[in-house]
């Protein structure tokens, strides 16, 4: 190309062709300092061989490139002192990197804007001591040429950035020459600004990789067209380093532009800027034909500035974990895609509970260097997948696939919840292949709006690794935490990887490698552990064995013989067992001998504590286990007597108990459907009949005797006194007429009243409470804080022959896919108090908000599910329930079976169509 001079610039003979004073005696300045100009800038290069061209060509090329941008309108609005400060603007911007004095070459690099005062004031110092107003103009220059490297909000914040002044009767609009200084620094992109040759010849000067980059960039595909309606740049590039540089570049270019239309050029600051604008940027950026990369436009942004992300952090996946839930998810999908699309697999069943699955998903995290894998070996991505599946809104492409008699049943409904990864993370690694594709490897920036994708990747190995480096740390046990509680049944096998803990196997150093899979990695480590463990394990067994010997509170002598046997019976020999038998035979006295036998077991637990400690454990795992089993018996009868206290438990068939809790075991599984339901059902009993309540007078009343016998079940716990009354003067209770003929006992008033205790159901729980009045029992019973206090599994006593069934249960749990929901199942089963544990795949699933936490409150959505999978459950307990009460001879009415009413439309829903079902099966 030929080399610009400043007479070849349009604005400076915009400048020369006014006729004024002022214009010719600025234009003549010019002309005289270019020279001296233009050598001074070639130092920079001495400075920084490394860095892009910024001498006297550059400075002309921005002169130029702004005035073919300028409309007719600016050429003859702009002043003669504002051409004249701007083209000195442009000739100092970058005379900072001249100075040799400066010790911290990077800052000088960096900050050079903030260094261009010296040399303007010099020159004006030097060179323009008769120039009118001359420091006036040297401090608009300054602030120009400084303002090109300041941050456009720091900028537009500055008070002289709106400054305007008035020189020779001409106006001075600071913030004017600002803006065209930046955008014309930012619109030179020639491939002038580089020397290629050199590159080659002397690439030690090359040595920073950021300007190295900058460098190559300007040897890109690039075209342009200038004018005052259009600034139009498209690349091609074949780096991805260079594609991030010109994308960064032409952003910060239209920014420019648009901060210049919408803050500065406004009425208020000039009339003439009512309606003047700056040209719309129209930009382009793409790989080239022979580029090793593409690029992938992430299209789940509100907006151009990923709002989106902000909103579904703060109000969708509002968990720290979620995002990881939502990469469990996406792995254990691909590995059970992969057994779907297998035509040699025989599926019987929809629900994946059922299907033969080998592969794992693996979770790795180190906490040191704040990254997570997860891995799956799966089906594996090829480059459209790849974007249909992770990039797109509300898009799970797995749910459409249909390969068999039914769809594949993905867990994953929302592609947005990748998202949710990208507002932790501050980059995201994606490594995936096919079975018969390439491997892929894909990379996001957080915030950034595009992926970069790499293909012809090796990878040995079929499946997805998904790498994140996240932005805020957490511990491996904060991690195992989350994902042990929430994912209690996985339809496929997790594994947990401590990488901090393995890579001490290692003797520090990094063994997690992407050209490895993390299954092949552990397997050595692992190997190592457990052969370490091993060897410890005899002693340790051994320990145990000796420790439990000495807790028991037997006589010396006895406990002397039980160590003897041990030592005599010992299937392998110990160093601590040839320990203690060295004790015990040199030792005769066996008070002694107790007490060196304890030292010596004391001192080996620390040792072997030691050695454990040197082999500490790294992987951990979630089996593919069926959801486990409540309870081992199909039904358990708490008997109890007249004071309310268990007498008896047993799991045969009721006899001769007079009241109690009888607790009916029920298990199914429905793998078409995708339901394994487990559930207990509690009922109270009193004289053959399932009751609500139980109730008799008080043992604190006096005479309490005569009632023991009157324990009632009442409709309407108010009506205690009026029933028990009743009771007692009914004329054919022999008790009442033996102690009214003895003289024993006055004629009871209708009207007396007593105190009572009462165990009753409520609330999906036992109480018990005792020695209330009668007249004030229903009020008692309605105040839930302080029945929170009486619950009647809380201090009761269990009978000597109680062999540890389990009777007690905390909170339902409902998994979906095996995964954990923050709802209470039990409402699904509402008969006796009721303990669930539910796990719904495949067509059986609830719906789901888009949290993935909370059921979908649509009540359409609800009745549907109710009428296809809710009464499915519902029929199959109650059918259990009511065999078992038969069987045991326990008359019922279906108000009795019921719990009480319930709130929220899920509970009712659940609570009518059983209500249906059980009058259906009792008809």
């Not at 002397?202 to 460098?215: A, G, M, Q, R």
């Not at 309605?782 to 009486?790: A, G, H, K, T």
């Not at 006593?797 to 039990?826: C, T």
Request: charged share 30%; aromatic share 12%; proline share 2%.
């Amino acid at each position: 190309m030929v080399q610009q001079s400043l007479e070849t610039c349009g604005m400076y003979n915009l400048l020369i062709k006014r006729e004024n004073n002022v214009a010719k005696s600025l234009s003549g300045i010019l002309g005289l300092i270019e020279p001296e100009v233009a050598k001074t800038l070639e130092y920079i290069k001495t400075q920084f061989p490394n860095f892009t061209e910024h001498g006297m060509q550059h400075s002309l090329r921005i002169i130029n490139y702004i005035y073919s941008i300028m409309s007719e309108d600016l050429k003859q609005n702009i002043s003669d002192v504002e051409i004249f400060c701007f083209i000195m603007a442009a000739f100092f911007h970058d005379m900072g990197m001249t100075l040799v004095d400066v010790e911290d070459k990077d800052n000088q690099r960096t900050n050079h804007h903030l260094y261009a005062y010296r040399p303007i004031k010099n020159f004006f110092e030097k060179y323009m001591q008769m120039l009118v107003e001359r420091r006036r103009l040297e401090k608009c220059i300054i602030f120009v040429s400084e303002a090109h490297g300041r941050s456009i909000e720091e900028l537009y914040n500055d008070n002289d950035f709106r400054k305007i002044e008035t020189i020779e009767g001409q106006v001075l609009r600071y913030g004017l020459l600002a803006i065209l200084l930046r955008i014309g620094d930012l619109m030179d992109l020639e491939e002038q600004r580089v020397c290629e040759f050199n590159m080659h010849m002397n690439l030690e000067y090359y040595n920073n990789p950021v300007s190295l980059v900058h460098n190559r960039r300007h040897l890109d595909d690039i075209t342009y067209n200038y004018s005052p309606s259009k600034i139009t740049v498209s690349v091609l590039t074949d780096d991805r380093e260079k594609y991030k540089v010109w994308s960064q570049w032409l952003e910060y270019l239209d920014e420019e532009i648009m901060y210049a239309n919408t803050h500065y050029l406004i009425g208020e600051n000039s009339d003439f800027f009512r309606n003047y604008k700056l040209p719309e940027v129209i930009k382009c950026v793409k790989p080239s034909e022979n580029a090793k990369f593409a690029v992938e436009e992430i299209r789940f942004q509100v907006d151009d500035t990923g709002a989106l992300w902000d909103i579904i952090t703060k109000s969708v996946y509002t968990n720290e974990f979620d995002y990881i839930r939502e990469l469990i998810q996406n792995a254990i999908d691909a590995t059970l895609l992969k057994i779907y699309l297998d035509d040699k697999e025989n599926i019987e069943y929809q629900s994946p509970r059922s299907w033969h699955c080998n592969d794992k998903v693996m979770i790795a995290y180190s906490q040191k260097e704040g990254t997570l894998w997860v891995e799956d070996y799966g089906t594996g991505m090829n480059e459209n997948e790849l974007s249909n599946y992770l990039f797109k809104t509300a898009n799970s492409g797995y749910k459409y696939m249909k390969k068999r008699e039914f769809m594949f049943p993905a867990i994953a409904k929302f592609g947005i919840g990748f998202v949710a990864c990208l507002t932790k993370a501050d980059k995201i690694q994606i490594l995936t292949r096919t079975q018969s594709d390439n491997g892929i490897n894909a990379e996001i920036e957080s915030k950034s709006t595009i992926a970069f994708i790499e293909k012809n990747i090796q990878r040995a190995w079929q499946g997805t690794t998904v790498i994140l480096h996240v932005k805020e740390k957490y511990s491996f046990d904060e991690l195992k935490d989350y994902v042990f509680t929430y994912f209690g049944c996985p339809s496929v096998e997790i594994d947990l990887v401590d990488v901090d803990t393995l890579n001490m196997y290692a003797d520090g150093s990094t063994l997690l490698d992407e050209s490895e899979c993390i299954l092949q990695i552990v397997e050595h480590p692992e190997q190592k552990r457990n052969y370490g463990i091993n060897k410890i394990l005899p002693d340790y067994k051994c320990l145990m064995k000796m420790m439990e010997i000495l807790s028991d509170e037997a006589e010396i002598d006895g406990t002397i013989g039980k160590v003897r046997n041990m030592l005599n019976n010992s299937f392998y020999e110990t160093d601590l067992l040839e320990r203690i038998k060295a004790i015990v035979n040199d030792t005769v006295v066996n008070e002694e001998c107790m007490s060196k036998i304890r030292k010596e077991v004391s001192s080996q637990k620390k040792i072997i504590d030691e050695k454990f400690e040197k082999y500490p454990q790294f992987l951990f795992h979630i089996f593919r286990n069926d959801i486990h089993e409540i309870v081992d018996y199909k039904q358990l009868i708490l008997e109890l007597d007249d004071t309310f206290n268990i007498s008896r438990i047993y799991k045969d068939t009721i006899s001769n108990s007079s009241r109690g809790i009888i607790y009916i075991s029920s298990n199914f599984v429905d793998y078409n459907l995708g339901i394994e339901c487990r559930s207990i059902n509690a009922f109270m009993f009193n004289e053959g009949k399932i009751v609500k309540n139980i109730v008799k007078v008080s043992s604190d009343t006096d005479d309490s005797s005569l009632f023991t016998s009157n324990i009632i079940s009442l409709d309407e716990i108010a009506d205690a006194d009026y029933e028990m009354n009743n009771r007692l003067q009914e004329q054919e209770s022999e008790d009442y007429y033996e102690h009214i003929v003895k003289g024993e006992y006055d004629e009871i008033d209708d009207n007396y009243g007593f105190s009572y205790d009462v165990i009753l159901l409520k609330d999906n729980d036992f109480y018990e409470i005792f020695d209330v009045e009668g007249e004030i029992i229903e009020d008692v019973i309605e105040n839930n804080d302080f029945l929170r206090e009486y619950k009647f599994f809380n201090n009761i006593a269990v009978p000597d022959r109680y062999k540890g069934e389990r009777f007690v249960f905390g909170k339902s749990e409902l998994y979906q896919d095996g995964i954990l929901l923050e709802f209470n199942p039990q409402c699904i089963v509402p008969i006796g108090v009721g303990y669930v544990i539910v796990n719904l795949t495949a067509e059986s699933r609830l719906e789901l908000n888009v949290s993935r936490h909370e059921l979908n409150n649509n009540r359409e959505i609800i009745s549907k599910w109710n009428k296809r999978v809710g009464c499915v459950v519902q029929k199959k307990v109650a059918e259990n329930c009511i065999r078992v009460l038969k069987e045991n001879n326990l008359d019922f009415k279906i108000e009795d079976l019921l719990s009480q009413n319930v709130e929220g439309f899920f509970e009712k829903e659940c609570l009518f169509n059983m209500k249906d079902i059980l009058r259906e099966l009792l008809m």
